[in-house]
């Protein structure tokens, strides 16, 4: 079994069992050193969502290290047969492992996704630029991580409903330890300043990963 740490859509059960319908011990971790950061084009919301690639609004979560900073986070066991799955999800990200904390303080090591760049997802992740141009091009043209997009609203809401199922500490969590892809902008300031409001407060979010 493979121990994976889930920081965004994958704090919802019901979006990681959309990938992996055999995952068990879904749980609640905090992971040290770690803060999240909106700043990976989400190819997804062009080829399943309708999302205009001219937009700002058109980014996924990330994680980057960052002492002092803590996430919250949820964790699960996948099948290693199931794995590929996740990691087909997750395509455009760097896999790590980290460390995190359960309610018990017990330790446990995870999978996480987190920051790239374009050279290493081009040179490394897509073999021939014919799969770069499936993956990504013929969606989207431009870089894939980036400092000045914004989260695209329909996931940055189905992210917080996410975490406010989990908890009001696992909401304030999100809020104060995720950043615009700024580095210095957080989530919580964002949300406050952004007209017209983001309307996520009553469930409804319809987005979903496998959604076309």
């Known amino acids: 079994m493979i121990t994976v740490l889930g920081y965004g859509s994958l704090l919802s059960q019901r979006s990681a069992l959309e990938t992996v319908p055999s995952l068990t011990g879904f749980r609640r971790v905090r992971v040290p050193g770690y803060r999240r950061i909106f700043n990976k084009v989400g190819v997804v919301f062009f080829s399943r969502h309708g ?51 359960d309610e018990t303080g017990s330790r446990c090591r ?54 406010a199922s989990q908890g009001q500490a696992v909401l304030d969590n999100f809020m104060d330890s995720s950043f615009l892809a700024d580095g210095h902008t957080s989530i919580r300031e964002y949300l406050s300043a952004l007209e017209p409001a983001l309307q996520w407060q009553d469930g409804t979010s319809d987005y979903s990963y496998r959604a076309r």
């Open 110 to 163: 995870g999978r996480i996704c987190t920051g790239s760049n374009d050279m290493d997802y081009r040179l490394n992740k897509c073999v021939t630029p014919e799969e770069y141009h499936r993956r990504v091009g013929q969606y989207y043209g431009g870089s894939l991580w980036r400092d000045d997009i914004l989260p695209y609203r329909r996931y940055l809401a189905f992210c917080l409903e996410a975490a």
């Open 51 to 101: 999302a205009d690639p001219a937009s700002l609004e058109i980014a996924s979560c990330s994680t980057q290290a960052m002492p002092g900073s803590e996430i919250i986070c949820s964790a699960f066991e996948v099948p290693e047969a199931d794995f590929p799955a996740l990691y087909e999800r997750e395509h455009r990200f760097r896999w790590i492992e980290a460390e995190a904390l």
